[in-house]
Nanobody, 116 residues
Framework: QVQLVESGGGLVQAGGSLRLSCVATETIFSFSTMNWYRQAPGKQRELVAEITNYGATSYPASVKGRFTLSRDTAKNTVYLQMNSLKPEDTAVYYC??????????WGQGTQVTVSS
């Protein structure tokens, strides 16, 4: 069974930075995409970064230019570098991996809190 283990969350002041890590128990090339989602209290879970197995990345407008998703294939790890953090970035951040045709895996989540 695939496991995704996140780390790196915490409390940071507005304008600060954090880097989240997600380690997979299988080679990340086996997934069509690896993604970061976040869920704030009372809100739906939203996608904040995606990387394909070819290495292409995409971001929604809300984080583009501030968040960067990268990977270390030798370590089966993806990273989410978050800069210029805002209080509205406060959420639980989840790592996600998708393997065709229909397998989806989630990590346990890591809390990010941005104080104003």
């Amino acid at each position: 069974q695939v496991q995704l283990v996140e780390s790196g969350g915490g409390l940071v002041q507005a304008g600060g930075s954090l880097r989240l890590s997600c380690v997979a128990t299988e080679t990340i090339f086996s997934f069509s995409t690896m993604n970061w989602y976040r869920q704030a209290p009372g809100k739906q879970r939203e996608l904040v970064a995606e990387i394909t197995n070819y290495g292409a990345t995409s971001y929604p407008a809300s984080v583009k230019g501030r968040f960067t998703l990268s990977r270390d294939t030798a370590k089966n790890t993806v990273y989410l570098q978050m800069n210029s953090l805002k209080p509205e970035d406060t959420a639980v951040y989840y790592c996600n991996a998708r393997r065709p045709p229909a397998s989806i895996y989630w990590g346990q989540g890591t809390q990010v809190t941005v104080s104003s």
